[in-house]
């Protein structure tokens, strides 16, 4: 270890020190805000499954990637601190971001790894509500690396919502013609999957089409999506050209989604971009109040992103979260068919808005836990009840999955129940917030692994895949063969879906690219490791 890189350490050990006497254990030191990194050069070439549009080439450049690294959650002390609070979050983009690293043989940047994000990107086949707002399941089992913890596994799922019962929609396809878009098919594979969302709308909806390069301009003004072969034509149209000018596409944008609001229905801006701005404004920061009051006014903000390498991931979610829409990230067609067809009603309709999801541990039987994801998210326990301070929103059926290490204390064995779950939601028309409460029994915790069901060993090799790449200090006795061979040990039907297969295959891929050192062996001794707190130095 380098002199600079031991100093860290024990400056970071001392940090750690004063934490633990407070009553609970470390967070990862804070990191720059925003993270620019620079990765291995990539010939961008267009996925498998797209064509390119006449005109359009693969660029070979020098690709960047903005990113944000929120740290990792700390192990708590339930006596100092039994409440974790925290915003339901449904976005897929980092984990199909990093599905695209893989594929094309390089590691993803750990800043690029939200835990939550890669969990909630499978389906457990949660069953969906009869009455309430919410269904909530639950299920714990010993955690195969992390000694004398448990894996606790918390599913929620919205109603459902027929997709002849989806509201009417005026949705604005804000579309990024920059110069950048024409790197590696990125306005193609726009073009496909904005043309496969044309597909599955109908009478109830209208559709208008903004692009923005160096200034922006209306392609199409609201029509109805009856008319297939206009709004066809006015996306074929399109190509790249000028600069980045993110802030004209979208006052443009909503100015159009404002003349042609549905009163309730869905209005919804769908940003297609690589979150590259270089005109007009270029952060995040200054387009957060704009999107936030247009989304109070009831148009939503949804981001998709496309591209490779040069791809501002910072961006693209933050502006979905403010908008109240959701963020994800289209590699590849088959990702785009996913979000604008199978799951459209939900993609497109809220049911809950300001979601916050918060679990009450009972100090008697927990002695301590650990968040897995959701960094980002995290909420103080004063703002579960406060209407004021925003939240995540679910779509129609969207479900929300949460893992935690939680470690029992003795009297678990003789206790009825270990926490309270509950949930606080607004309905999708506004108005107060409303409770929803569980408490959470004892008879859902498994003596093994392996008599935990095949949806929640899913998850927690969706969670370890994660921990991994994202280099987490307690995924050390975790190898990439254990993931492998949890997978392979699913119930055949599970094992064979085809999002299973290639989760299976992108576990292997990153097994053979990571070359890493454990940068914590010299210091901490993996035969020696302590599974309640991380090492402080002496």
């Known amino acids: 270890m380098t002199t600079r890189r031991f100093l860290l350490f024990a400056v970071f050990a001392l940090v750690t ?3 633990l006497m407070a009553g609970c254990a470390l967070k990862r030191p804070e990191v720059p805000v925003t993270t620019t990194v620079d990765v291995p050069v990539l010939t961008e070439r267009p996925p498998d499954d797209v064509e390119a549009a006449p005109g359009e080439q693969p660029g070979t450049h020098q690709p960047q990637l903005v990113l944000q690294h929120y740290g990792v959650n700390p192990t708590v002390e339930t006596r100092a601190q039994a409440v974790s609070t925290f915003a339901a979050d449904v976005d897929t983009g980092s984990y199909t971001l990093a599905r695209a690293y893989l594929e094309r043989g390089t590691l993803p940047d750990e800043a690029a790894v939200r835990v939550e994000e890669f969990v909630n990107a499978f389906d457990y086949g949660y069953r969906a ?4 707002a919410f269904a909530v399941q639950v299920e714990a089992f010993p955690s195969p690396s992390r000694k004398g913890y448990h894996l606790l596994h918390l599913g929620v799922k919205a109603r459902e919502v027929a997709k002849a019962q989806r509201k009417p929609s005026h949705l604005v396809f804000t579309i990024d013609v920059s110069g950048s878009m024409a790197q590696g098919h990125r306005l193609g594979l726009v ?3 904005l043309g496969l969302l044309v597909e599955e709308l109908d009478e109830r ?5 903004v692009v923005y390069g160096d200034t922006a301009q209306v392609v199409l003004p609201p029509t ?5 072969e206009v ?9 790249p050209e000028g600069s980045t000018n993110v802030e004209a596409g979208l006052d443009l944008a909503y100015e159009l989604a404002m003349k042609g609001f549905v009163p309730g229905g869905i209005n919804r801006v769908v940003l297609c971009s690589d979150g590259v701005a270089n005109n007009g404004v270029s952060e995040a920061g200054g387009l957060w109040a704009k999107v936030k ?3 109070s006014e009831g148009v939503t903000l949804s981001t998709v992103g496309f591209g490779m390498g040069h791809y501002n991931d910072v961006l693209m979610e933050r502006l979905a979260d403010v908008g109240d829409g959701h963020y994800a990230y289209v590699d590849k067609l088959a990702e785009a068919r996913r979000i604008f067809v199978e799951q459209l009603t939900g993609t497109l309709q809220v049911v809950a808005k300001d979601v916050k999801l918060q679990v009450e541990f009972d100090p008697k039987v927990v002695e301590r836990y650990r968040l897995l994801g959701f960094e980002n998210r995290v909420l103080a326990a004063k703002d579960f009840a406060d209407d004021k301070v925003d939240a995540g929103e679910l779509g129609a059926g969207h479900q929300v999955t949460a893992l935690y290490e939680v470690k029992l204390t003795a009297a678990a064995a003789e206790a009825s129940s270990f926490a309270v779950f509950r949930a606080r939601y607004q309905e999708a028309s506004g108005g107060a917030s409303k409770l929803v409460e569980h408490r959470l029994p004892t008879s859902v915790v498994r003596g093994a692994a392996k008599e935990a069901t095949g949806p929640a060993r899913l998850s927690l090799v969706a969670a370890g895949f994660a921990e991994k790449l994202r280099g987490s200090y307690w995924t050390r006795t975790l190898s990439w063969g ?24 992108l576990v292997v891929k990153a097994q053979r690219l990571d070359t890493r050192p454990d940068r914590f062996e010299k210091e901490a001794p993996v035969a020696s490791m302590d599974f309640d707190r991380l090492p402080v130095l002496e």
């Open 191 to 193: 073009k496909q999957a």
């Open 231 to 239: 709004l066809h034509s006015a996306i074929a149209r399109l190509k």
């Open 482 to 505: 254990q993931l492998v061979a949890a997978l392979d040990g699913l119930p055949e039907g599970l094992r064979a879906r085809a999002d299973v297969v290639e989760l299976r295959a």
């Open 293 to 295: 009051g247009r989304a």
């Open 224 to 228: 109805p999506a009856t008319e297939k």
């Open 17 to 19: 020190l004063a934490a």
């Open 205 to 209: 909806d209208r559709v208008s089409v």
């Open 129 to 132: 509500p009869e009455k309430e």
